[in-house]
C-alpha cells in the first residue's frame, strides 16, 4: 500500500471501530434493558451479535496496527 493510501485507510478503519463500538453500547443497553424486563430470550441474541462486533472491532484493530507499523518501517528506511 503507497504511503498516500495508508492515512485514510487508518482514519476510515478507526472511524469504523468508533461506529462499531457506538452500535455494541447500544447493543448492551437494549438487550439489558429487554432482560430486565421479563424477556430473558434475548439476552443469547444480544450476546452473540456482541461477540460479533467485538471480534469485528479486534479485526480492524490488527488491521491498523499492521499498516502503522509497516508505515514506520517504511519510513525508517
Excluded at 457506538?22 to 452473540?48: D, I, R
Excluded at 479486534?58 to 518501517?73: E, H, N, T
Aim: glycine share 10%; charged share 20%.
Amino acid at each position: 500500500m503507497a504511503h498516500d493510501n495508508r492515512l485514510p485507510a487508518l482514519n476510515g478503519a478507526l472511524g469504523l471501530i468508533v461506529l462499531l463500538l457506538v452500535v455494541q453500547m447500544w447493543l448492551l443497553t437494549a438487550t439489558l434493558e429487554s432482560y430486565l424486563a421479563g424477556h430473558k430470550e434475548t439476552a443469547w441474541s444480544g450476546a452473540v451479535i456482541s461477540a460479533v462486533l467485538f471480534s469485528a472491532c479486534g479485526g480492524l484493530y490488527l488491521f491498523v496496527g499492521r499498516v502503522d507499523r509497516k508505515s514506520r518501517d517504511d519510513r525508517g528506511r
